[in-house]
């Protein structure tokens, strides 16, 4: 099947930093990938829809400034989230699809973000 | 989206069959019917997609009654690696990628 790879798969940062998550798709072309946010034992939230050469789609709540997503390439959606505090620390997973798969989307490992 | 319903746990034997029900009682007629197993700090995994009756594939198989109103998950002898978290999602059309997840389902698998 499809591949999903994200980086890093953890990271620590000061609160008050940004940082960049990358979503890639290593063998397949994706016009559209997802950025979820999953906290400790609840459920995968959707945040935005990153899609290729056009600015991304936010869910309600979720501020577009602060959650920067780009999308490049079609094979490349990045993350950023810019003056990271505390309440930022969370698992963040993208999904992509393919086309002409079977209907299933492909998601990446994830990211756990602390922010200290 | 139609919203559904999955009980919160289920506790299992290794070597048992498994059934995980859902709910989605408003689910619509262009809809299909997805179930992801998510292992923990990883990203949700496909396990199996269907509109009606029965699908099988290497893992699981997936029954759906005749009103869709909703479908069980059957996982044939489970071992302690099965368990997961498993969610039930219901799409607009097969390739619908942008999903509402709900609470899923926590599988613990016991020796």
């Known amino acids: 099947g499809a591949v999903v790879s994200q980086h890093p798969s953890w990271v620590i940062c000061k609160s008050g930093t940004s940082v960049k998550i990358e979503c890639r798709s290593l063998d397949f072309q994706a016009t559209t990938m997802f950025w979820y946010r999953q906290f400790p034992k609840q459920s995968l939230m959707l945040m935005a829809t990153?899609?290729?050469?056009?600015?991304?789609?936010?869910e309600q709540g979720v501020e577009k400034d602060k959650f920067l997503i780009n999308h490049a390439s079609l094979t490349l959606s990045t993350l950023t989230v810019t003056s990271a505090h505390p309440e930022d620390s969370s698992f963040y997973i993208c999904?992509?699809?393919?086309?002409?798969?079977?209907?299933?989307?492909?998601f990446g490992q994830g990211t756990r973000l602390t922010v200290v | 989206l139609a919203k559904t319903t999955q009980p919160i746990s289920m506790d299992s034997y290794e070597g048992q069959e498994v059934n995980i029900t859902c709910s989605h009682n408003?689910?619509?007629?262009?809809?299909?019917i997805t179930w992801y197993q998510q292992f923990p700090s990883q990203g949700p995994r496909f396990i199996i997609q269907?509109?009606?009756t029965k699908v099988t594939n290497e893992v699981a198989s997936l029954f759906i009654p005749a009103d869709r109103k909703s479908s069980t998950l059957s996982l044939p002898r489970v071992s302690l690696s099965d368990t997961a978290v498993y969610y039930c999602?219901?799409?607009?059309?097969?390739?619908?990628?942008?999903?509402?997840f709900g609470k899923g389902t926590k599988l613990s698998v016991i020796p």
């Open positions: 269907g509109y009606k």
């Open positions: 999904s992509a699809d393919s086309v002409g798969g079977k209907g299933e989307a492909f």
């Open positions: 408003n689910i619509a007629t262009n809809d299909y």
């Open positions: 990153s899609n290729e050469g056009s600015k991304a789609t936010y």
């Open positions: 999602l219901v799409g607009a059309g097969a390739g619908s990628y942008q999903l509402t």
